[in-house]
Nanobody, 115 residues
Framework: QVQLLESGGGLVQAGGSLRLSCAAS????????MGWYRQAPEKQRELVAT???????NYADSVKGRFTISRGNVKNTVYLQMNSLKPEDTAVYYC?????????WGQGTQVTVSS
């Protein structure tokens, strides 16, 4: 089992920045990759960014150049730096950890961008 604890969401004006954090605990040795997904009201959950154990990153086209995913100095901590935020970035952001047998999810953190 892997537990994920997210923090850092909030309300920000368009053009502003936020930094999300996710700390994994439990059977973290089994994690192959971590990432962030988001779900806006009445929309499906979508990938935002992922980072593998080898620090290979992948981004959704909609956030390339604005968001950066990174690993922290503390093992099994992942950050999402979000710059130049837009109202369409408003969503609940979920931390994800992938293991061979499946996925684990955090409880989600709300990000609201006002215009």
């Amino acid at each position: 089992q892997v537990q994920l604890l997210e923090s850092g969401g909030g309300l920000v004006q368009a053009g502003g920045s936020l930094r999300l954090s996710c700390a994994a605990s439990g059977s973290t040795f089994s994690i192959n990759a971590m990432g962030w997904y988001r779900q806006a009201p009445e929309k499906q959950r979508e990938l935002v960014a992922t980072i593998t154990a080898d620090s290979v990153t992948n981004y959704a086209d909609s956030v390339k150049g604005r968001f950066t995913i990174s690993r922290g100095n503390v093992k099994n901590t992942v950050y999402l730096q979000m710059n130049s935020l837009k109202p369409e970035d408003t969503a609940v952001y979920y931390c994800n950890a992938k293991i061979i047998l499946g996925d684990f999810w955090g409880q989600g953190t709300q990000v609201t961008v006002s215009s």
